[in-house]
Nanobody, 124 residues
């Protein structure tokens, strides 16, 4: 099983940028399609973005298109979420997830393995 650890969250003003990272256990990231999810206070965990195993295909929810970019570096076993022009509604705990297939991740909006999350807080 893959172990996942998120980092890079923090408290920022609206319009700022953040880059979240998710490091997988050594040599394992390339085995999985990867995604980012977020959970706002009082809300269920929601899908944000996904990327296939080789990084050539990505999908983003409409609310973050044009602002967020998902990418990966399989050599470093690291998944990224570049967050630009953040808004207060982006405030949430952000989780990375690993899935056995890209289709399962983007269609079912769920992962097989999860990190512990990193907090992002955006003030107006």
């Amino acid at each position: 099983q893959v172990q996942l650890v998120e980092s890079g969250g923090g408290s920022v003003q609206a319009g700022a940028s953040l880059r979240l990272s998710c490091v997988a256990s050594q040599g394992t990231l390339s085995l999985y399609a990867m995604g980012w999810f977020r959970q706002a206070p009082g809300q269920e965990r929601a899908f944000v973005a996904a990327i296939n195993r080789d990084g050539q295909s990505t999908i983003l929810v409409d609310s973050v298109k044009g602002r967020f970019t998902i990418s990966r570096d399989n050599r470093e076993d690291t998944l990224y979420l570049q967050m630009n022009s953040v808004k207060p509604e982006d405030t949430a705990i952000y989780y990375c997830g690993a899935a056995y297939s890209f289709n399962e991740l983007k269609s079912l909006k769920r992962a097989n393995y999860w990190g512990q999350g990193t907090q992002v807080t955006v003030s107006s």
